[in-house]
């Protein structure tokens, strides 16, 4: 269980360079502030010490001098928060927010009963579902082994079940609590998953909360807190949740005008997925599209962990071979067989269908807030933003459907709800954020408290 | 034009107004019904998931995994590259939970099919004859570690 501390470690670290270099501190309301510090501290701190600990403790050898740098910057960022005061919070302007209280209670509920439903989960099912084993936490194994063995995590003869090919963030950060800790205990792989989890749900909270109000803000985090197929994932112990994260922040802060943290969270989804080196890409093209002024600011947040990604890709797992790759050959027949559209189109149907539990499907709170509060015209070019993005990431989807060498059908049914989930939390929050702020609506009348009082004795 | 609200609020020698806010109902009851139907989907989808886990829990047996293979992890060395033989059906999806759960287990060792290695780990799914189908892929039993898990060591050749 000591590995649990180095995850919080990592997060709390993560809290303070945000809170350090960033001003989210001062956005308001400030529970929003630090719900954005904490979901972007949270997914970027789990993603700057991955990174650091693969350059220390896998290519250097040396897990102990990333403990070391991680404590240093830790105690040098916690000493510099301290001493600079946060600046005195702007007065917000007023918002009259509907039945807050009973929202952020329902918020709070949900997640619990998530966390419930999680917790058996962990308990059954302790080592997570297949790819959790077959993938990523037995790369973890071997990136938190002694003695210069670590590089078996990428090695072509663990076979193309396992995908030496994929990138490290999720099995750096977990083989490094454990490296650290001296023991594999599946409570870290569990815990990351679900510290992913929170993050996303303060993200959406924080975010939407921000850019349309509170109400809005909360009801967003509450219906990802209660969407199934999301649910179902995180003890999963995948990366498909953690890649949600970084898709739904990057496109939140991108929405923010925070475009460096945008490009760190982005470049952060490519280190974690071979689909997020997808949307990294779609991103930078949206943004240099519809973002013009700050697409140089998005490039220089994502540099960092986009190298890193090129560097584990052309450098040290050159010699394993990606799905697209294997994809090539014969590929021109597969674009032409009609047939495979048909099935592709009709597993995104399905599926999408499918993301019902029972009768309750998770598009059900922004289909019903869409016909109440309707969305707003002045939101259409942040809309179209991140629709453009999700929509160009699906499309890429489908397109590797097509391409693939493998069976079509059984990779349809083996990975595509998974897709889903990647691009929900994102799709949820840009319909949250296009929609009217019911504060907005408001009517307000002054009554003078004696009337009131003598009405109430009447 | 209205004095600030604070200002109005504070002074006491003014009349003190009390603010009321009404929504239009097409609004509330959109929120409502958002907020009922996530916390009737969040019931709806932990009585599922519950039912689910119980139903199948651990569906690889991973986790005896550990103790099918804790005589192998005492004694091969962890850098070892092991060689593997099943007779499970090649291509099923018994003979890859096999294989990765064994490689699962056992990392930092690497498990590669085949005979080729020093080291050659047998995972069964049902008793038989280990030495003899050992010995007909050139291989010398070392240890029967019960449950289906042998440890082969490759014959030097002649």
């Known amino acids: ?458 | 034009m209205a004095l600030p609200h604070s200002l109005y609020n504070e002074t006491s020698i003014m009349a003190r107004d009390r603010e009321q806010v009404r929504y239009p109902a097409r609004i509330v009851a959109g929120v409502a019904a958002a907020v009922l139907f996530c916390l009737g989907g969040a019931f709806q989808s932990y009585g599922l998931e519950s039912a689910y886990q119980h139903q199948s829990p651990d569906p690889y047996q991973i986790s005896a995994q550990f103790v099918r293979f804790a005589p192998v992890l005492s004694a091969v060395p962890e850098n070892a590259v092991l060689g593997y033989v099943t007779d499970a059906e090649p291509g099923s999806t018994v003979d890859s939970a096999l294989l990765l759960s064994a490689e699962y287990v056992l990392a930092p060792r690497l498990v590669t099919r085949g005979t080729n290695h020093d080291w050659v780990l047998g995972n069964f799914t049902r008793p038989a004859d280990f030495a003899a189908f050992g010995k007909s892929r050139g291989l010398r039993l070392q240890q029967d570690c019960g449950n289906g898990v042998v440890l082969y060591r490759k014959e030097p050749q002649t």
């Open chain 1, 1 to 458: 269980m000591t590995g649990l501390i180095w995850v919080l470690e990592a997060v709390l670290l993560g809290c303070l360079l945000v809170y350090r270099w960033t001003d989210l501190r001062t956005v308001q309301p400030a529970w929003a502030a630090w719900l954005l510090i904490f979901g972007a501290g949270a997914a970027g701190g789990i993603g700057v010490t991955s990174c650091l600990f693969f350059v220390c403790g896998v290519l250097l050898g040396s897990p102990l001098a990333a403990l070391v740098l991680e404590l240093a910057a830790m105690a040098w960022l916690g000493y510099e928060c301290l001493r600079r005061r946060a600046p005195v919070a702007q007065t917000s302007a007023e918002t009259r927010p509907v039945a807050l209280p009973w929202i952020a209670g329902g918020l709070l509920l949900a997640l619990g009963i998530a966390t419930a439903a999680m917790a058996i989960a962990w308990d059954l099912n302790a080592q997570g579902n297949w790819d959790a084993w077959a993938i990523w936490n037995l790369r973890a194994r071997f990136l938190a082994s002694p003695a210069g063995l670590a590089e078996r995590a990428w090695s072509p003869v663990l076979g193309s079940f396992t995908h030496a090919e994929y990138p490290l963030l999720i099995s750096a950060f977990v083989g490094r609590a454990w490296a650290f800790s001296h023991s594999v205990s599946t409570a870290v792989p569990a815990a990351t998953s679900y510290v992913f989890f929170l993050a996303l749900i303060a993200l959406a909270a924080g975010g939407v909360t921000v850019l349309r109000g509170p109400t809005l803000g909360l009801l967003a985090a509450l219906s990802l807190a209660s969407a199934p197929p999301l649910l179902r994932e995180v003890p999963a112990q995948y990366a498909d949740v953690p890649l949600a994260a970084y898709i739904a922040g990057a496109i939140l802060f991108a929405l923010l005008d925070r475009p460096i943290l945008a490009g760190i969270l982005a470049g952060f989804a490519a280190w974690t997925k071979d689909e997020g080196l997808l949307f990294l890409l779609l991103f930078l093209a949206a943004t240099a599209i519809f973002r013009r002024r700050t697409a140089l600011a998005t490039c220089a947040g994502a540099l960092p962990a986009a190298a890193f990604v090129a560097a584990f890709k052309l450098l040290l797992a050159r010699g394993n071979g990606s799905l697209l790759s294997s994809s090539l050959p014969g590929a021109s027949h597969r674009i032409f067989d009609v047939s495979r559209y048909g099935t592709a189109l009709a597993a995104f149907g399905r599926e999408f269908i499918g993301m019902a539990s029972g009768w309750y499907h998770p598009i059900l709170p922004l289909a019903i807030l869409a016909v109440a509060l309707r969305f707003e015209r002045e939101r259409r070019r942040d809309m179209a933003f991140s629709f453009a993005i999700l929509a160009a990431l699906l499309l890429g989807y489908f397109g590797i459907y097509i391409l693939t060498a493998n069976d079509i059908v059984w990779q349809l049914q083996t990975s595509l709800s998974r897709l889903l989930v990647q691009v929900w939390p994102a799709l949820i929050l840009a319909g949250f954020a296009g929609l009217h702020a019911p504060e907005a609506a408001a009517i307000v009348t002054r009554v003078a408290e004696s009337r009131v009082r003598r009405k109430a004795r009447a």
